[in-house]
């Protein structure tokens, strides 16, 4: 028990080092981060991102090894279902039927090395209508 334990906290670790690095070269790119970590039922979004006038939603995803695939291959059909809904509420809930122009970003961070791959425009929530 105590092993899942601290393999959780590193996991959680990881997972904030991997979005600090993706948060730092989001900023780097001119963009201008709203929120960190939103989440409501049924889903979460890792970094909220303001590009000039439209928001950007960023999935951060990081692996140390590839044995299973890619950071940005591990952003399944069901993950991007989550993510598009957890967006739907945080614009419903903060811009109401104002909604601004989106889009979905995939962050992926591979290895030790900390490779950084930004994929813009990764999916649609068009897909899932």
Same mark, same amino acid.
């Given at each position: 028990?105590? !092993?899942?334990?601290?393999?959780? @906290?590193?996991?959680?670790?990881? *997972? ?7 948060? @730092? ?6 963009? @201008?981060? &709203? /929120?960190?970590?939103?989440? +409501? #039922?049924? *889903?979460?979004? %890792?970094?909220?991102?303001? %590009? !000039? ?13 590839? =044995? ?10 069901? /993950?991007? #279902?989550?993510?598009? /809904? ?15 122009? +989106?889009?979905? =970003?995939? &962050? *992926?961070?591979? *290895?030790?090395?900390? #490779?950084?791959?930004?994929? /813009?425009?990764?999916?649609? =929530?068009?897909?899932? &209508?």
């Amino acid at each position: 028990m105590i !092993r899942w334990l601290s393999k959780t @906290k590193e996991n959680l670790q990881l *997972g904030n080092m991997a979005e600090s690095l993706a948060e @730092k070269h989001i900023k780097a790119a001119g963009l @201008k981060i &709203i /929120k960190r970590n939103y989440s +409501c #039922k049924g *889903g979460e979004i %890792d970094i909220i991102a303001n %590009d !000039r006038n439209a928001i950007v939603f960023v999935e951060v995803r990081y692996r140390s090894q590839s =044995d299973f695939g890619s950071a940005l291959e591990s952003v399944t059909t069901s /993950k991007q #279902k989550r993510v598009i /809904k957890a967006a739907k509420h945080y614009l419903l809930s903060t811009y109401g039927s104002n909604e601004p122009e +989106c889009r979905f =970003d995939v &962050i *992926g961070i591979q *290895g030790t090395s900390k #490779k950084l791959t930004w994929i /813009k425009n990764a999916f649609e =929530d068009s897909q899932w &209508i």
